[in-house]
């Protein structure tokens, strides 16, 4: 995953790890996006090797934020439990 933030999650408030997590949503959506157009919106011809190597990256980083997206979810649960009290 390229974009990630360099401020640990743990030293996040609630609202800075919402952000995140839209922000990682985000990224996620737009690797998606990508490769979508690149196999089939364009003309360009890749070659077998090319597609093969594309979709292993792009299913390593969607692993990468769903992992994020996980840490950040069960964050977000534990910190909201602790400021309630």
Do not use: P
Request: glycine residues 4%; negative net charge; hydrophobic residues 30%.
């Amino acid at each position: 995953m390229s974009n990630k933030s360099n401020k640990n999650l743990d030293d996040m408030s609630i609202d800075e790890l919402k952000k995140e997590l839209e922000f990682v949503k985000e990224c996620m959506e737009d690797e998606e996006q990508i490769l979508n157009f690149m196999l089939h919106k364009t003309s360009l011809h890749l070659g077998g090797a090319e597609v093969k190597a594309m979709q292993e990256e792009y299913e390593e980083n969607r692993s990468e934020y769903l992992e994020r997206i996980k840490e950040i979810e069960s964050l977000i649960r534990q910190k909201g439990h602790v400021d309630s009290l």
